[in-house]
């Protein structure tokens, strides 16, 4: 029995749309309580409706203070514009190291931001 729902299920994917839906879905940004979440909520359902099945997009306020279901209090919603990380001394090592825009998973969710200027504080590379 399981044979035969695992070569049904495998008769109806495609490895090249899934991993079409996990790219875009990578390109929201879609971290807790972001614009980016709704964005990638909008076409999970878009997608699930295309394939047939019915599907409802549930709505909370992130404001801190509204919980859903079991959860705690949802947290305020937070964007990110930009945040880079650098190497700044010794001069002849100064690089970047990483940024937001090039990879969001380089900046931690709900990140506070720093005072103009940045921060300076010291790398230890493992």
Do not use: H
């Not at 599907?55 to 880079?84: I, K, N, Q």
């Amino acid at each position: 029995m399981f044979r035969d729902l695992l070569a049904t299920i495998a008769r109806e994917f495609s490895g090249k749309r899934a991993w079409r839906d996990v790219s875009q879905l990578w390109q929201f940004r879609n971290t807790v309580t972001t614009p980016g979440l709704r964005a990638a909520c909008r076409y999970c359902v878009r997608r699930f409706k295309e394939n047939g099945v019915a599907v409802r997009l549930d709505s909370y306020p992130a404001d801190g203070r509204t919980r859903y279901g079991s959860s705690g209090p949802l947290p305020l919603e937070w964007e990110a514009r930009s945040a880079t990380l650098s190497i700044v001394k010794p001069e002849e090592e100064a690089r970047r190291l990483t940024s937001y825009g090039e990879e969001a998973l380089s900046l931690s969710c709900r990140s506070a931001a720093t005072p103009k200027g940045g921060v300076e504080a010291q790398v230890v590379i493992v």
